[in-house]
T-cell receptor, first 113, second 113 residues
């Protein structure tokens, strides 16, 4: 398995509170991604990064921000959590664009009450 | 915009039955195609991938998939399923000069002993 960890693995929070999820990789891969997984929707891309300090929006970026200050860390922040952001969040990494395989972390289950 | 369709949302099979899960995508250019599997409570793992060459791709655990360009399809097959194949299966497509994976909504496979 690729060296990807996510923290926390489970979190329960209340509406309106800020939440930060962390993805850490030991593979020195250039690309990192945040997805959310919801029943009936599969996985949807929230944001991705193509290098340190280089990020871009995905399909469902509203309400989320990201930061990448080091190659190995990619943070996802919910500035003010809402119940619609209750989901399972997966981080993924890949070494090159286009033809490279993405490898996924173990996921973070977030519940917003 | 690219999209991926998995028409079988929930499949129930008995052990030793044959499996075929459908995947169709909408993109007219060069595509890279993937099947991922998610066992209960686990993260996504790569089953197989197609980038170019032989359209019949063999993956792990006896799975294979066939890329049929004229039908925009990449169906997953296994001749004889086992109880341990119970999982959710996701088809994903990466088209053109982009590193963004588009996922289907997933197919939940339950194999009965």
């Amino acid at each position: 398995d690729a060296g990807i960890t996510q923290s926390p693995r489970h979190k329960v929070t209340e509406t309106g509170t800020p939440v930060t999820l962390r993805c850490h990789q030991t593979e020195n891969h250039r690309y990192m991604y945040w997805y959310r997984q919801d029943p009936g929707h599969g996985l949807r891309l929230i944001h991705y990064s193509y290098g340190v300090k280089d990020t871009d929006k995905g399909e469902v970026s509203d309400g989320y921000s990201v930061s990448r200050s080091k190659t190995e860390d990619f943070l996802l922040t919910l500035e003010s959590a809402t119940s619609s952001q209750t989901s399972v969040y997966f981080c993924a990494i890949s070494d090159r664009a286009e033809t490279d395989t993405q490898y996924f972390g173990p996921g973070t289950r977030l519940t917003v009450l | 915009a690219q999209s991926v369709s998995q028409h079988n949302h929930h499949v129930i099979l008995s052990e030793a039955a044959s499996l075929e899960l459908g995947c169709n995508y909408s993109y007219g250019g060069t595509v890279n195609l993937f099947w991922y599997v998610q066992y209960p409570g686990q993260h996504l793992q790569l089953l197989l991938k197609y980038f170019s060459g032989d359209p019949l791709v063999k993956g792990i655990k006896g799975f294979e998939a066939e890329f049929i360009k004229s039908k925009f399809s990449f169906n997953l097959r296994k001749p004889s399923v086992q109880w341990s194949d119970t999982a959710e299966y996701f088809c994903a497509v990466n088209g053109g000069a982009t590193n963004k994976l588009i996922f289907g909504t997933g197919t939940l496979l339950a194999v009965q002993p």
